[in-house]
């Protein structure tokens, strides 16, 4: 077996062992009403990191570059209320004018 499938298959079992870990230990309690709150909250805040992360960074440097604009394009059309797909087309068409005047 290569060292890739002995990873993937770490990870497998890995992933499994944690999604089984929330159930055997809350034993079919619910959680209380603080911790539910913050894991409302994970997901969101997640997602929100990943996009920062993705959009301002390069090779660990700071980057300012079309997908900032892009971003920006987005959070003004999601600030308008527009459609998940109008937001994506938005934020795309944005990135990619940017891309082809610089």
């Known amino acids: 077996m290569s060292a890739a499938w ?4 770490a990870l497998a079992v ?3 062992g944690i999604k089984a ?16 709150r913050v894991v409302a909250l994970l ?3 997640l997602i929100a990191a ?7 960074s ?5 980057v300012i570059d079309a997908r900032v604009a892009g ?3 987005a959070a003004g ?7 998940t797909i109008e937001i994506v087309i938005v934020a795309a068409a944005v990135t990619a004018a940017v891309r082809a005047l610089s």
């Open 43 to 45: 997901a969101p805040s």
């Open 6 to 9: 002995i990873t993937v298959a």
């Open 58 to 62: 390069s090779d660990g440097a700071l």
């Open 21 to 36: 870990a929330g159930p055997v230990a809350l034993g079919g309690r619910a959680l209380p009403a603080p911790l539910e």
């Open 71 to 73: 971003l920006a394009a």
């Open 50 to 56: 990943l996009v920062i992360v993705q959009t301002f």
């Open 77 to 83: 059309a999601i600030a308008l209320r527009r459609t």
């Open 14 to 16: 890995g992933t499994a």
